[in-house]
């Protein structure tokens, strides 16, 4: 069966996004909120005015986090599971665990959600807790013992949760939500027993990810207690992260800066850092380090993860079959044709070239999967263009080539102080093409609050190969006067708001949250919404109040230099004929003198060689300069007389 050449183009240009995407699909992720339902969790900030009323408390606040979260995550990320524990609760749920329904009791735990795939009815379930009062005041009632709960038993609990419905995820988290710092400061063996049980999920593969909140007039002590919880090198298994802050509630406010304060640090951590690759960098002969990838910025598209028929009583997933059939049965009932009766084949000089898989992977293969270091350049040789891809993020890995982080670091900071980049090949991964690419190293960014926005690293930045590169159309543009420059500046400066810096975080999409939020309302039942303010559009306003002035002063003076560009050009050759015809009146057109051919110089006549334009000369400027230079030509025909003169050139 002959090959699409169509289909193995689209497959080489897909290549590089399946490289993108490689290990976000095949990974799935687990995450089980664990939140406290203490009295100081339940007790809301003091009002301090009369327009504040409803006040929500930090456990309210928390379960709308998990509520929003999941939200975005039932669409977004439709395999992963989720679910929430509180913990302090003087109601205790009976937890069945594995097949023989065996049922263990959890003191003081309660399961509002189970760990699993979120379904309609766990939405729906987990919204009614944090919005209805009547729903939250049957379950958020704190225990009245002393301690509250065992924060032991509160980890054994979350233990065998990840045991028995999610054990062989590759990502498992546990993000708990608390104000205590110190829950068994007069018990040293709940102590040592809470120590054990955190070092057994760790064992286990799961990560305790803490979203501490600070009471007022304090702050919240990590040393007191949970330094001996979680552990800071799992926190940076993969990829590095700041240390969440404790969260404030405020005093005045309605409990919308707590509510946002957690919402940013658990969207902050929301997604695993999974790693683009992990590769060998090789900085010179049996010099290796290990390296990971992660690409920080992606473009964010509907995800299409099934279809459903919805033709029966109940919508169903459907299960794709993909069959082979016979060119001559595409229209009958299809007949499945085996592996062993298809051949794949490429189309060369009107013929079918035949290639088993073996050859097609050798031919693929350009060596093994890694980074070498080629040499050094000057950061200023590197254009700005040159960025035509997404740039990939690399941190150094210990897992292979122990000392892999004392080697980065100091590459890093030679780049830096040296203002080089290093000109790398890259290979992302098996069966990958080739790529130069330039290797810069990047600044550690820390936001005003102190808090780490981005860590120092190194950004490789795939280079285009010449194909790629376009050349710009030579045009003549006319250039702005200096008044026009300077009014510009002005406008500007009026528009630019102190300390402001684009985040696209702020801009959500509108037609894709819209899309996320008619998807939901569809499975949960509920109206259609009405599509929200689009936040992109800009502020025209404020855009007006600021500068209407200066951009219409700014307008009437361009258009005045543009009639005066255009008065000062001189008549072009059609426009003269015109003008001409017209005085002449309806007479018939003169008739046209042959002029005497001008000769071409050999610096022009390459320099049209160059940019390609041989052919838009005359045949007879051709002709002449071939004859001055004994060229001799197949025939007198402008093609062959090009050719002669492009052979000439070559040699």
């Not at 799935?28 to 009323?53: C, G, H, Q, Y």
């Not at 028995?164 to 939500?177: D, E, G, I, Q, Y």
């Not at 002590?221 to 298994?237: E, P, Q, V």
């Not at 350049?377 to 292979?400: C, G, H, I, Q």
Request: glycine share 6%.
């Amino acid at each position: 069966m002959a090959g699409d050449e169509r289909e193995e183009r689209q497959g080489e240009e897909e290549e590089e996004e399946e490289i993108e995407n490689a290990g976000y699909k095949s990974q799935k992720d687990a995450v089980l909120f664990a939140i406290d339902v203490s009295d100081s969790m339940l007790t809301p900030p003091k009002e301090e005015s009369k327009k504040n009323k409803n006040q929500d408390s930090p456990t309210v606040a928390a379960l709308k986090c998990a509520y929003q979260l999941m939200q975005q995550r039932i669409i977004s990320n439709p395999n992963d599971m989720m679910g929430v524990l509180l913990f302090g609760t003087e109601e205790s749920m009976i937890i069945e665990e594995g097949v023989s329904k065996v049922s263990a009791a959890y003191p003081h735990c309660y399961v509002v959600t189970d760990l699993d795939v979120p379904a309609a009815s766990d939405v729906k379930r987990l919204r009614d807790v944090a919005n209805d009062p009547e729903e939250s005041e049957q379950i958020l009632v704190p225990s009245t013992d002393d301690p509250a709960v065992s924060m032991s038993n509160v980890l054994f609990c979350a233990n065998q949760i990840f045991t028995t419905k999610a054990p062989n995820f590759t990502s498992r988290r546990l993000f708990l939500v608390t104000d205590e710092d110190n829950p068994h400061k007069k018990d040293k063996i709940l102590r040592e027993a809470a120590a054990v049980r955190a070092k057994d999920l760790y064992d286990l593969g799961v990560t305790i990810e803490l979203f501490p909140i600070a009471r007022p007039g304090g702050d919240f002590d990590r040393t007191k207690f949970y330094d001996d919880i979680i552990y800071r090198g799992a926190l940076d298994s993969d990829a590095p992260a700041p240390v969440t802050k404790a969260a404030k509630a405020s005093s005045s406010g309605d409990g919308i800066s707590l509510l946002q304060s957690l919402i940013s640090s658990i969207n902050s951590k929301a997604a695993p850092r999974r790693a683009l690759f992990t590769l060998p960098m090789e900085l010179g002969a049996d010099f290796i380090i290990g390296v990971k990838g992660f690409i920080t910025i992606k473009r964010q598209e509907l995800a299409k993860s099934c279809y459903v028929w919805v033709g029966g009583e109940k919508p169903q997933i459907v299960t794709g079959v993909r069959t082979i059939a016979p060119k001559d049965e595409v229209d009958q009932v299809p007949q499945k044709l085996l592996t062993t009766e298809t051949r794949k084949a490429y189309l060369f000089g009107g013929e079918q070239v035949h290639l088993s898989e073996e050859e097609k992977a050798s031919l693929r293969n350009f060596g093994d999967p890694g980074i070498r270091v080629v040499g050094f350049k000057p950061l200023n040789m590197l254009p700005t263009w040159a960025n035509t891809r997404p740039s990939v993020f690399v941190y150094p890995d210990e897992t292979n080539y122990i000392g892999s982080t004392r080697v980065f670091s100091a590459l890093q900071q030679n780049l830096l102080q040296s203002e080089k980049f290093a000109l790398v090949w890259f290979i992302a991964r098996k069966g990958a093409h080739p790529r130069m690419a330039a290797m810069i190293a990047g600044k550690e960014k820390i936001d005003e609050n102190g808090e780490q926005r981005m860590p120092p690293g190194l950004w490789i930045i795939t280079l285009p190969f010449a194909d790629d590169i376009r050349a710009k159309p030579d045009i003549p543009l006319a250039r702005a006067s200096d008044s026009l420059v300077e009014k510009m500046k002005e406008i500007m400066g009026q528009l630019r708001l102190p300390k402001s810096e684009y985040d696209p975080q702020r801009y959500p999409n509108p037609s894709l949250q819209y899309f996320y939020r008619v998807l939901q309302s569809l499975a949960l039942e509920e109206e259609i919404p009405e599509q929200d303010d689009d936040k992109t559009v800009p502020k025209y306003k404020q855009i007006y109040k600021r500068s209407g002035t200066l951009i219409s002063d700014w307008a009437q003076e361009l258009e005045e230099d543009y009639q005066k560009h255009e008065q000062s050009k001189p008549s072009t050759t059609l426009a003269s004929r015109s003008i001409k015809r017209e005085n002449d009146g309806d007479g018939p057109p003169s008739k046209r003198v042959k002029t005497e051919t001008a000769s071409m110089s050999d610096a022009d006549l390459r320099q049209h060689y160059e940019k390609g334009t041989l052919a838009k000369l005359t045949v007879p400027v051709l002709s002449e300069w071939a004859t001055k230079k004994q060229l001799h030509p197949a025939s007198k025909k402008k093609a062959d007389v090009v050719a002669a003169i492009e052979s000439h050139f070559e040699k």
